[in-house]
C-alpha cells in the first residue's frame, strides 16, 4: 500500500470535533510512512516539561479552551523544524492565520503541502457520538455505550462505565461553533488553491481509512 512518492507527503487534516480526525490522521501516517502530529498531545507535552510556551499555554488549555495563533504558531515551527521528512498534521492549521503561517514556513524551506484531507460529518452525526461516549470512572476507559458489556461493564477492567459529564456536549457545541468559523474558511481557502480532498466520514472507520489513502496518494 505504500506508494513510492519521491518526496515524502505533507499532509494536513481537518475536521469538526468528534469526527475522528485522531484515528484516522494516525492509521494514515502508518499507512504512507510518515510522522503524525496530534496538536492537543504536542501541548500537554509541552506543559509537562513546563517549556516558556507551555507553561503560558497550561492556564488557557485549563479552561478547554485553544490556543492563540501566536502561542500556537511558534510550537508547530518548532516541531516542523525537528521532523524534516513527511507528516500528517492533526490540529493545524485550525485558523486562516495558522494556514498562512504553514504555507510560509513551507515556502521558507523549499517545500509545500501535498493535500488537505476535510473530514466531513453532519452535526446530528457528531452529537448522537457525543451522547453515546461512555466512560469507565476505575481505569479512564472511553468508547461508545455499545462497546459496554453485559451490566455496562467497561471492556478494559470490568467496573461498571457510564456516560461522560454534561458538560461534554455543550462543550461538544462551543468547540463546533470555532470550528465553523475558524476552520471553515481553512477547507474553503484549501479548496481554491486545488488541494483539498473532501471525505465523507460518517461511514466505518476502515472505510474511512481508505478513502482518506486512496485520495491523498492520488494526489
Ligand atoms: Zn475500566
Redesign the pocket.
Known amino acids: 500500500m505504500i506508494p513510492s512518492a519521491a518526496k515524502p507527503l505533507r499532509v494536513v487534516l481537518l475536521g469538526p470535533p468528534a469526527s475522528g480526525k485522531g484515528t484516522q490522521g494516525k492509521r494514515l501516517a502508518a499507512s504512507l510512512g510518515l510522522h503524525y502530529l496530534s496538536t492537543g498531545a504536542l501541548l500537554r507535552e509541552q506543559v509537562e516539561k513546563k517549556s516558556d510556551l507551555g507553561v503560558r499555554a497550561m492556564p488557557i488549555l485549563a479552561r478547554g479552551e485553544y490556543l492563540p495563533d501566536d502561542l500556537m504558531c511558534p510550537i508547530l515551527a518548532d516541531w516542523l523544524s525537528r521532523h524534516p521528512g513527511g507528516w500528517v498534521l492533526d490540529g493545524f492549521p485550525r485558523s486562516l492565520p495558522q494556514a498562512t503561517f504553514l504555507a510560509d514556513w513551507l515556502a521558507a524551506h523549499g517545500t509545500t503541502l501535498d493535500a488537505a484531507v476535510a473530514l466531513d460529518v453532519p452535526i446530528e452525526t457528531l452529537l448522537g457520538r457525543i451522547r453515546e461516549r461512555v466512560e469507565?470512572p476505575?481505569?479512564?476507559?472511553t468508547g461508545q455505550k455499545p462497546q459496554l458489556g453485559p451490566g455496562d461493564a467497561?471492556p478494559?477492567?470490568?467496573?461498571t462505565?457510564g456516560p461522560r459529564p454534561d458538560d461534554d456536549e455543550a462543550n461538544f457545541l462551543r468547540r463546533h461553533r470555532e470550528y465553523e468559523t475558524l476552520t471553515l474558511p481553512v477547507i474553503r481557502h484549501y479548496q481554491d488553491l486545488g488541494l483539498l480532498r473532501l471525505t465523507d466520514a460518517t461511514a466505518p472507520i476502515d472505510t474511512v481509512s481508505s478513502r482518506i489513502l486512496h485520495s491523498v496518494i492520488a494526489s
Open positions: 469507565c476505575a481505569c479512564r476507559w467497561c478494559q477492567c470490568g467496573a462505565a
